[in-house]
T-cell receptor
Framework: KQEVTQIPAALSVPEGENLVLNCSFT??????LQWFRQDPGKGLTSLLL?????REQTSGRLNASLDKSSGRSTLYIAASQPGDSATYLC?????????????FGQGTELSVKP | DTGVSQDPRHKITKRGQNVTFRCDPI?????LYWYRQTLGQGPEFLTY????????KSRLLSDRFSAERPKGSFSTLEIQRTEQGDSAMYLC??????????FGPGTRLTVL
């Protein structure tokens, strides 16, 4: 069964700290991986998309890496701010599904304290 | 480009009633997905359309659920004879080919 796992489920850090969120997946045959942000009661905002041929993607203070062989991705957030507080979701599209549906992890709830 | 929109944003209904949700994807996107998210969990895939064709359905989509995408534009998701277990956030996403998926704001369903 193809599964995506995110650890930890919740994380609290002081403002300004650099942090890493983890995502692991059970099948290395992936098409792409997306990181999303979700604010309470809202929809998902796409942060970064990494194709299977890529090792990392960067957007502003965010950097996502991908290691297919170990089945892992990390989202690095530099100089965290209170506005970064949200739930971060990792989602994988596996190669054997032509439709491209995403399999999601349970998310990491991030709280950045002023 | 106004993004993916969903209507209504909130729906409260009594058990046994039928409800219908609408999703308008990004105009040039030919792929449309429905997901369901319960509190504290990641979204779970329900069904997928490529243009007007419904190409995949999850086993989560019981026979009380039906989805359509007439003319390959907007999509509707109908739940018949709602149950309390149907209470969730229903999310719609669209993409071009197998590229990045963009999500709408969701419809929060509460079944009393």
């Amino acid at each position: 069964k193809q599964e995506v796992t995110q650890i930890p489920a919740a994380l609290s850090v002081p403002e300004g700290e650099n942090l890493v969120l983890n995502c692991s997946f059970t099948d290395s045959a992936i098409y792409n991986l997306q990181w999303f942000r979700q604010d309470p009661g809202k929809g998902l905002t796409s942060l970064l998309l990494i194709q299977s041929s890529q090792r990392e993607q960067t957007s502003g203070r965010l950097n996502a890496s991908l290691d297919k062989s170990s089945g892992r991705s990390t989202l690095y957030i530099a100089a965290s701010q209170p506005g970064d507080s949200a739930t971060y979701l990792c989602a994988v599209s596996f190669l054997d599904n032509q439709g491209g549906k995403l399999i999601f992890g349970q998310g990491t709830e991030l709280s950045v304290k002023p | 480009d106004t993004g993916v929109s969903q209507d209504p944003r909130h729906k409260i209904t009594k058990r046994g009633q039928n409800v219908t949700f609408r999703c308008d994807p990004i105009s040039e996107h030919n792929r449309l997905y429905w997901y369901r998210q319960t509190l504290g969990q990641g979204p779970e895939f329900l069904t997928y359309f490529q243009n007007e064709a419904q190409l995949e359905k999850s086993r989560l989509l019981s026979d009380r659920f039906s989805a359509e995408r007439p003319k390959g534009s907007f999509s509707t998701l109908e739940i018949q004879r709602t149950e309390q277990g149907d209470s969730a956030m229903y999310l719609c996403a669209s993409s071009s080919r197998r590229y990045e998926q963009f999500f709408g704001p969701g419809t929060r369903l509460t079944v009393l």
